[in-house]
Nanobody, 124 residues
Framework: QVQLVESGGGLVQTGGSLRLSCAPS????????MGWFRQAPEKEREFIAA????????DYADSVKGRFTISRDNAKNTVYLQMNSLKPEDTAVYYC?????????????????WGQGTQVTVSS
């Protein structure tokens, strides 16, 4: 019954920025750790970033450190992924996911709920 809805994807040029948002439909996930993943065609789903239930702890994949920032606004029950300095290799469908735990995880199978994905395309 829990559903997550991503928004904010689109087409940008190399070096551009996007901010993705993830909001729940149904049960609140304000206390759950959240993650962002991405998946390009014929590639494995890739961990991007995660944030603890409190928002005090974050983790990032090496490929996006210094460029992407995950944050959450628990009052709005929304999680964000700010993406700067985008590169063509960032092109993928981006998914948000929620755990049933407050603690960060980096493995897709540790997440219980997933959004439908939003396409991010970075062109040169």
């Amino acid at each position: 019954q829990v559903q997550l809805v991503e928004s904010g994807g689109g087409l940008v040029q190399t070096g551009g920025s996007l901010r993705l948002s993830c909001a729940p439909s149904g049960r609140t996930f304000s206390r759950n750790a959240m993650g962002w993943f991405r998946q390009a065609p014929e590639k494995e789903r890739e961990f991007i970033a995660a944030i603890s239930g409190s928002g005090l702890t974050t983790d990032y994949a090496d490929s996006v450190k210094g460029r992407f920032t995950i944050s959450r606004d628990n009052a709005k029950n929304t999680v964000y992924l700010q993406m700067n300095s985008l590169k063509p290799e960032d092109t993928a469908v981006y998914y948000c996911a929620s755990r049933r735990s407050i603690y960060i995880a980096t493995i897709p199978t540790d997440y219980a709920y997933w959004g439908q994905g939003t396409q991010v395309t970075v062109s040169s």
